[in-house]
């Protein structure tokens, strides 16, 4: 299982069992309201910081990758130098 949806996962089942408990508890309709509103702030603004700690993470491999890809068509460059430098046997 990935990570995503793991997180994914956690989050929904949180934010289900969160506003279950919420509609369950013996509280006025004002009281809910404002308790639902302000849930639905925080699990948007941990949302929203997920979803940057994931981009920058994802940022960091495509530059991994960009820096491999590059070393690896250098070392490709020189070989085919090194190949064609060399003389050729008939």
Do not use: H, Y
Not at 26 to 43: C, H, I, N, V, W
């Amino acid at each position: 299982m990935s990570a995503g949806k793991f997180l994914a996962g956690f989050l929904v089942g949180g934010a289900i069992g969160a506003v279950a408990g919420i509609l369950l508890a013996p509280k006025s309709g004002e009281e809910t309201r404002q308790m639902l509103a302000e849930g639905a702030k925080d699990a948007l603004s941990k949302a929203d910081e997920t979803v940057k700690q994931i981009q920058s993470k994802a940022d960091d491999v495509v530059s991994d990758m960009q820096k491999k890809g590059e070393e690896i068509k250098e070392k490709l460059q020189e070989l085919i130098n090194k190949q064609k430098d060399e003389p050729q046997e008939a």
